[in-house]
């Protein structure tokens, strides 16, 4: 069997792929080997530079991958030794149990974090669409309930951390509106989520400027 070396007619599967990894592949001139007998273009064998770009970002991935399960490894074996905090004012006793049930070990899916004055937990869903929805759906509840989540959104997946800055630490408020987010996303079709690290660190960024949410207007400068 002979092989010709023929600039490719059409995008296959693969080649579509990789333009949809990044678009800057667009401009990639890739050739691939097709039979001479082949009407169809398969492809055999493509450019080192073309293969080498896939391989990049899969290795890229991979370190993502590998890196975020380090994390949640930390997270996971921290968080079952960190001992919850309630703001000052809240009853241990009644918000212990609801607690409880948000976490992994009661069933739940959210983490105690931030040495015990947070809980957090990502969201996603089908479409950004559904996402910005169940957002909107959130911020009504946030707003009946004068409380505010620190939280991040890409795309189809939202971030959502509750604590209470004044008095900090774990207050009714944030054990509510945490199970009140659950049954939420459970209306708009929440679908399993890949962690990532990247949406903390977007809503870490946001708390870093937004200043002091608990000064009443009237005293601030
Ligand atoms: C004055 C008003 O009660 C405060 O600004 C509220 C508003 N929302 C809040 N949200 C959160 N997460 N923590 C707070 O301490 C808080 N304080």
Not at 66 to 78: E, I, K, V
Not at 190 to 202: G, I, R, V, Y
Request: positive net charge.
């Amino acid at each position: 069997m002979s092989f010709t070396l023929t600039r490719t007619p059409k995008p296959s599967t693969l080649l579509t792929k990789l333009i949809n990894l990044n678009h800057s592949t667009r401009n990639f001139s890739t050739f691939i080997q097709t039979s001479n007998r082949s009407t169809t273009p398969k492809i055999i064998a493509i450019t080192t530079s073309t293969t080498n770009f896939y391989h990049q970002h899969q290795q890229k991935q991979q370190h993502h991958r590998s890196l975020h399960q380090q994390s949640r490894n930390m997270s996971s074996s921290s968080s079952s030794e960190i001992k919850a905090q309630f703001s000052e004012g809240s009853d241990p006793t009644v918000l212990g149990p609801s607690l409880e049930k948000l976490l992994a070990a009661g069933g739940g899916k959210w983490t105690l974090t931030q040495e015990g004055v947070a809980i957090e937990r990502t969201f996603k869903f089908k479409t950004f669409a559904k996402t910005w929805d169940f957002m909107t759906a959130v911020s009504l509840q946030c707003k009946l309930k004068n409380h505010h989540p620190e939280w991040s959104n890409v795309f189809n997946t939202t971030f959502i951390r509750w604590t209470t800055h004044v008095p900090k630490g774990l207050s009714s408020k944030d054990i509510e509106l945490a199970a009140i987010c659950d049954s939420l996303a459970k209306d708009f079709g929440e679908t399993e989520p890949t962690e990532s690290c990247a949406m903390p660190n977007l809503a870490d960024r946001a708390v870093a400027s937004s200043g002091d949410c608990c000064t009443p207007k009237h005293l601030k400068k």
